[in-house]
């Protein structure tokens, strides 16, 4: 268990990634609210909390849809390069 703090608060939790802490997860989220707090002064904890998780999910959506055509790109160069291996182990083969 870590204790963690978001946005003055402290959290115990359990860190469910072997690849970022929990401390490194906390302060993208509490760099997230504090930077909604400077733009939305009057906004309630809980309000710059649902932007932060909106922000944070868009941004997560966007990278999911980057490494999706990045893998599509990679595929095809992949086909493309085993339809041309191919072409040569059968002219090899003649």
Known sequence: MAKIQIYGKTYSL???????ST??????VDAKMCELAVVRSKTSSADLAVLAAFNIAQELMELQKQTSAN???????????LEAIEGEVQAIER
């Open 14 to 20: 359990k860190n469910s990634s072997d690849q970022v």
């Open 23 to 28: 401390e490194e997860v906390a302060a993208y």
């Open 71 to 81: 893998d599509k790109a990679h595929e095809e160069k992949i086909g493309r390069m």
